[in-house]
């Protein structure tokens, strides 16, 4: 799944704080926009809610939360692109790769 952000950057949805969950990772393939039921999910929102750009663009204009959980959107210009969600096999080397360096972080960190 990709985000476009240059399309969005003249519209409020330039300030959504987007990511991209890993659908493959999450075991869920989401197939329709939750707004208009016929285009692909192209933003996910930090709620996990996806949707097609054209609606999620539309709602923002005058509603600054998501579409179904009402979540508040954060001020930010924080975007992610990604061309493919990875291997979970990636996903998980990553994670093990991040989880042992906590200790090491822990033990730097003043009391």
């Known amino acids: 799944r990709r985000l476009y952000y240059s399309a969005a950057a ?3 949805a330039a300030k959504m ?3 991209t969950l890993f659908s493959g990772v999450l075991g869920t393939e989401l197939e329709e926009c939750c707004i208009c039921m016929e285009h692909k999910p192209e ?3 930090p709620c996990t809610h996806s949707y097609c ?3 999620i663009e539309q709602w923002n204009v005058s509603n600054t939360t998501c ?3 009402r979540e508040e959107f954060e ?3 924080e975007t992610w692109v990604i061309s493919e969600a990875p291997e979970s096999s990636e996903v998980l080397s990553e994670m093990q790769k991040a989880l042992s360096k906590l200790p090491e972080q822990e033990s730097s960190i003043p009391l």
């Open 75 to 77: 001020s930010t210009n």
């Open 43 to 45: 933003v996910t929102l």
């Open 10 to 12: 003249s519209s409020g």
């Open 53 to 55: 750009l054209r609606c």
């Open 17 to 19: 704080c987007t990511s």
């Open 67 to 69: 579409p179904l959980c």
